[in-house]
């Protein structure tokens, strides 16, 4: 039986992105890996039986500063139950925290809980975003972008003390806009 | 971001649905589908179908204070009647969602009875329908022992009390009752009959507001003075359970307030006292009494047809429903005020607001936006005046009219959420729930709910050394979780004088405990820099170094080289044989200076693990992987290597004591240390050595408190698991468990009962310290306060989950009987009516079977 639509949002259902992103991993996945996927292609939001988040116990974790540290992490998602297991997402090249992590529970109720206790709320002082995840997999706790880091640090434009400052893709193109801006200038 | 705040903030309700679209789509550039969707204005703004609007409008109502109640009311209603015949989803669709909404948002109720009574003036079917759901539905939640939900459904059909025939909701009232005698005198200990009889107090004012006050005198007056004078017994008998979960606990000897009261005795004294004054009932909004000016609609209403509410059966079993039920008692945390902030205890208004707030806050768990936008309005959502205008600051307060209320709206808005967050033994949700709609509301309208928390957080502190252990530790907890949201401001120096005061005092203990955790969520220069000077000295330079100390490193220290060895050995993953030689050495050298030789051997090696791993917890997390035989076979060579264990991580991490919870946690969990040793080392090991001084740390409660949750929670998992057929779980493992469990309460009161009566060694000794002792005697018997209830709660869990499994099959049992019956009265009629009406009733059943099957469409 299907669900009865809440009259108030629910903030313990994965995000927009998690979905879209969903449908377009199975998309590579299936390119990738030869289609041994035998799910892949169906939309995600419309395969209640097989939705991979039904008994999520992981959260994906974003927007951390680069120097919160395991135990903040630990202190704060401890008041939504027992930590399983908790993942840093690392820069792929320097292996320093590059603002993301895997938060595992024992329960799955856990990590709704923190969805809806936790998400959105401060820690370090910056607002965090939680997502449900379907569990960490060895690789994932490597950023994607090209310099190493999380894709959305490459080309931010704000300036973020607590990320590394501007985007990085940013960063290296301003550094050469300097120099000629430099000369004109002069 | 984008995501997650369009999320948050689609969550006041009033969006509905939302958030769906695809983000992409507006960047899309020059698709077709797109051109044409721009191009065709006319289709763009084409309304939406009634029964959409119809939906949104029932969920937003009374949000908007701008618009009139009685315009909203007569429009929703009008929307819907004008489309009755021509939108079949709408019919069983309004009546559903006027139900979920009832158990969803209760704030709303008595609005959406405004609705139906509208409607009913022009489609009475619709009314029969909504009863006869409501009936079905109250009746499945009687036999779950769903409460809150049996109270929601009343308070609706309570509220249609004015359109109900003959007795109304008084039949089901009285019928509740008797259940409730009837628990009550099966035994003293009853719960269920206090819900109920709590259940009939809080619907039986929703009722008395229905009526026209010629109904109220004439008919229902006597009603009500029966049915009280009939609860008063059950209300006014205090609980045995009600010394358990006082929230305060005076010093013996403490000029105190007397005994808080019972939520349901003060509840039957308020509506004594409001029936005295002819049932005024002033806070209730009465939005289906139409201002007389409305002639045409005041007309119908008081014309309109009349219903017979449909027959509830009420189990003769009535189970207690998934949640053990204690009873409540008042608080609040803006008592004694010059101006009165919130409604005295003595006005039926604190109990109705409250109990309506406290439903929606339990009720919302699943969008603390929502919960706390409702929180802010609670001023729509009751009479107009009931309250002081939004935001007025405290100190205005006393140039209010004498006439006018002078009731803060955020005031009783937080209050309502400290009453959770300080409920005794625990409120429905985790409690980072309602820290969480603390902050959100505080998020929303900081200006105005600010200085509230700030009065709030006074008046905690103020009163820190005589509540119950337990609540000094949650305020801790919220105060520091709720600081960390708010960049760590708090005026601290306004308790500055209590900085000088010894570390056994309650409010310093509760100062050191706070910092200490707001550190643990941030870091030690961050916090120092938001305290003034006279704090520093309680963040020490050891404080902001990443690392501790390793004390091998110093030549002084005994097995320093041995120490520095292990330490070598363990980072370069050596083979266990090398490490044995080096602890046989340990061990042999310890021998030499009558030394117990494991203790010294086990604390070399844990604080080298411990150093190992002192990057992260992942990395300690890995070490003691990596080393967990080694670990386990320590543990289980003797008590004293055992306690070495524990001993070793909270000296490591001494300076921070979160670390070592964490690492103690995993350590019960590889089942290296036992609970019972850590209860030993904790209270009677560290708070030995300090003179029971670390009674008052508030991470030596934490860890204890843990550790029996730890213990307690996998009994209750196994009891439940033991209780369904197809789980593996035998007797045998559950028994023992719980024998690990009571003997685990019994070493806690045996310590802290020395403790609290000052018999323990430490203190017998010579030289006594006379305040101090007394203050260790004050912790002692705080402490022994906490594990007795945590123990009673827990047998209690116990005997109650085997009476609730009997409870539930005796009720399964007589429901199949009702239905047995009620399906053969059916068939009875049908045939009958077959018999009569020949052809013309087959045309009948078929359209109501229509009608039944649009019932099912949802949405």
Excluded at chain 2, 178 to 194: H, K, N, P
Excluded at chain 2, 559 to 568: K, L, N, S, Y
Aim: with cysteine.
């Amino acid at each position: 039986m299907r669900a009865v639509r809440a009259t108030v949002d629910r903030l313990d259902r994965p995000s927009a992105y998690f979905n879209n992103a969903r449908h377009k991993r199975r998309r590579f996945d299936k390119d990738q890996r030869d289609g041994d996927d035998d799910t892949a292609g169906m939309h995600p939001e419309n395969r209640e039986d097989d939705d991979p988040l039904k008994n999520a116990t992981t959260l994906y974790v974003g927007n951390l500063s680069f120097f919160t540290t395991e135990e903040q992490v630990y202190e704060l998602f401890s008041k939504c139950g027992e930590i399983k297991r908790l993942v840093m997402g690392l820069d792929r090249f320097n292996k320093t925290p590059c603002g993301f992590c895997f938060v595992e529970y024992y329960t799955h109720q856990d990590a709704l809980d923190c969805m809806k206790y936790i998400g959105g709320t401060k820690l370090d002082e910056r607002i965090i975003r939680t997502d449900l995840d379907p569990g960490f997999e060895e690789g994932r706790q490597y950023g994607r972008g090209k310099s190493g880091g999380q894709v959305r640090d490459e080309y931010r434009e704000d300036y973020d003390e607590g990320r590394g400052g501007l985007g990085r893709a940013i960063a290296r193109e301003r550094e050469g806009k300097d120099f000629v801006d430099d000369g004109r200038l002069r | 971001m984008a995501d997650y705040d369009r999320r948050g903030g689609g969550g006041g309700g009033r969006g509905g649905g939302g958030g769906g679209y695809n983000r992409k789509r507006r960047y899309r550039d020059d698709n077709e589908d797109d051109n044409h969707y721009r191009g065709n204005n006319s289709r763009r703004r084409y309304d939406a179908p009634p029964h959409v609007r119809l939906r949104k409008q029932l969920i937003a109502i009374a949000e908007n204070p701008m618009i009139e109640r009685h315009d909203e009311i007569s429009q929703i209603a009008n929307l819907f009647t004008d489309n009755w015949d021509d939108d079949v989803l709408l019919r069983g669709n309004f009546t559903d969602l006027v139900l979920q909404l009832c158990v969803e948002q209760p704030l709303k109720t008595p609005f959406l009875a405004g609705v139906l009574m509208v409607v009913n003036t022009n489609k009475p079917e619709a009314m029969d329908l909504l009863l006869e759901k409501a009936a079905r539905l109250i009746e499945d939640k009687l036999r779950e022992g769903g409460w809150r939900d049996v109270k929601l459904y009343l308070k609706l059909v309570g509220c249609l009390q004015g359109v109900l025939e003959g007795e109304g909701v008084f039949g089901v009232l009285g019928e509740l009752f008797e259940r409730a005698v009837g628990l009550q005198t099966a035994s003293s200990e009853d719960t269920i009959g206090t819900e109920i009889v709590k259940i009939i107090l809080l619907t039986l004012p929703y009722v008395m507001a229905a009526g026209s006050p010629e109904q109220v005198q004439q008919e229902w007056q006597q009603k009500a003075a029966d049915l009280l004078e009939n609860t008063a017994i059950i209300a006014s008998e205090p609980h045995p359970l009600q010394a358990v979960i006082e929230p305060y606990h005076p010093e013996a000897g403490e000029e105190n307030p007397a005994q808080s009261q019972s939520l349901i005795s003060l509840l039957q004294a308020q509506l004594q006292a409001e029936a005295a004054q002819g049932w005024a009932l002033s806070c209730l909004p009465r939005p289906w009494q139409f201002p007389v000016g409305e002639v045409e609609t005041v007309a119908k209403l008081a014309s309109a047809k009349k219903h017979v509410l449909p027959n509830i059966v009420i189990p003769k079993t009535v189970v207690r429903g998934p949640r053990p039920l204690f009873p409540e008692v008042y608080i609040s945390v803006y008592g004694q005020q010059e101006v009165e902030s919130v409604p005295p205890p003595t006005s039926l208004a604190s109990s109705l607001i409250r109990d309506a707030l406290l439903d929606t806050i339990n009720v919302l768990h699943f969008n603390r936006n929502a919960t706390a936008r409702q929180l802010i309005e609670v001023d729509c959502y009751f009479a107009p005046r009931t309250f002081a205008l939004r935001g007025t600051p405290f100190d205005r307060l006393r140039d209010i009219e004498k006439s006018k209320s002078t009731w803060k709206p955020e005031d009783v808005a937080v209050d309502a959420v400290f009453t959770q967050l300080f409920l005794l033994p625990n409120p429905e949700h985790k409690l980072v729930y309602y820290h969480s709609v603390l902050t959100e509301a505080c998020k929303l309208a900081p200006a105005a709910i600010a200085p509230s928390l700030g009065r709030a957080i006074r008046y905690l502190y103020r009163n820190a050394p005589r509540m119950d252990l337990e609540l000094a530790y949650r305020f801790m907890d919220w105060f520091s979780h709720h600081l960390s949201n708010f960049g760590f401001t708090w005026k601290w120096t306004e308790w500055v004088d209590d900085v000088e005061l010894s570390g056994l005092h309650p409010r310093k203990a509760f100062i050191v405990g706070s910092i200490d955790k707001e550190i643990r969520l941030s870091f030690a220069q961050r916090i120092k820099n938001t305290l003034p000077e006279p704090y520093q000295k309680l963040i020490g330079p050891e404080k902001e170094k990443d690392v501790p100390d390793f004390k091998f490193a110093n030549d002084d220290t005994p097995f320093a080289a041995e120490g520095r060895e292990i330490a070598a050995l363990l980072k370069r993953k050596a083979p266990d044989e090398e490490i044995d030689a080096v602890i046989q050495r340990i061990q042999s050298q310890a021998i030499d200076r009558d030394l117990d030789a494991l203790v010294a051997s086990t604390d070399v090696f844990v604080t080298c693990v411990l150093y190992v791993g002192s990057k992260s917890l992942s990395h300690v997390l890995a070490a003691i992987e990596r080393t967990k035989d080694r670990l386990a076979d320590a543990g289980a060579a003797s008590d004293a290597s055992r306690t070495q264990i524990i001993e070793a991580v909270m000296t490591y991490w001494s300076v921070h004591p979160g670390v070592a919870l964490s690492i103690v946690e995993k350590l019960l969990n590889y089942s290296i240390l036992t609970p019972l040793t850590v209860i030993n080392w904790a209270l009677n090991v560290q708070a030995g050595k300090t003179r029971g001084e670390a009674l008052a740390w508030a991470h030596m409660y934490e860890l204890v408190f843990n550790t029996v949750i730890k213990v307690t929670g996998r009994v209750r998992q196994l009891v439940v698991k033991a209780s369904q057929p197809d789980e593996m779980v035998d007797d045998e493992t559950r028994d023992n468990e719980v024998r690990n469990m009571r003997e685990l309460f019994r070493a806690i009161e045996d310590s802290l009962g020395a403790w609290a009566g000052g018999t323990k060694d430490e203190m017998l000794e010579s030289n006594a310290r006379g305040e101090e002792d007394g203050l260790v005697r004050r912790w002692g018997t705080r402490w022994l306060r906490v594990f007795k209830r945590r123990q009673a709660i827990e047998e209690a869990f116990l005997v109650e989950a085997v009476r609730e499994r009997e409870r539930r099959e005796e009720v399964r049992k007589e429901w199949e009987v009702v239905e047995r019956q009620r399906r053969e009265e059916r068939e009875r009629k049908e045939a009958e009516e077959k018999e009569r009406n020949g052809a013309n009733g087959a045309e009948e059943k078929k359209k109501e079977n229509g009608v039944e099957g649009e019932v099912n469409i949802i949405e």
